[in-house]
Nanobody, 126 residues
Framework: QVQLVESGGGLVQAGGSLRLSCAASGRTFSSRYMAWFRQAPGKEREFVAAISWGGGSTAYADSVKGRFTISRDNAKNTVYLQMNSLKPSDTAVYYC???????????????????WGQGTQVTVSS
């Protein structure tokens, strides 16, 4: 049984930082992309960042470029999201996702991911 378990969310002031982790179990995602999405109240789930197996290919939403960094440790089957210079608009539930597809470029659509974590709340106060 595949599980993705996020951690690291919390309450932080604007301008602060958080580091999210996502630990995968049940299988490894060799040669597959993993990603972070987020969903704010009343809004659709949106793409945040994605990373290839080797880390050489990444993609970011325009709203987080230059502030967020995605990385992964394949030995630990874990993906991370370092979030700096946080804004109140970053407040959302953050979800980790993994795809079984063999994409040649970072997939950014919700429907392209097969496994999802339960989410971790990030709240940024002004």
């Amino acid at each position: 049984q595949v599980q993705l378990v996020e951690s690291g969310g919390g309450l932080v002031q604007a301008g602060g930082s958080l580091r999210l982790s996502c630990a995968a179990s049940g299988r490894t995602f060799s040669s597959r992309y993993m990603a972070w999405f987020r969903q704010a109240p009343g809004k659709e789930r949106e793409f945040v960042a994605a990373i290839s197996w080797g880390g050489g290919s990444t993609a970011y939403a325009d709203s987080v470029k230059g502030r967020f960094t995605i990385s992964r440790d394949n030995a630990k089957n874990t993906v991370y999201l370092q979030m700096n210079s946080l804004k109140p608009s970053d407040t959302a539930v953050y979800y980790c996702a993994a795809t079984l597809g063999l994409w040649t470029s970072p997939p950014t659509g919700v429907g392209r991911y097969d496994y999802w974590g339960q989410g971790t709340q990030v709240t940024v106060s002004s």
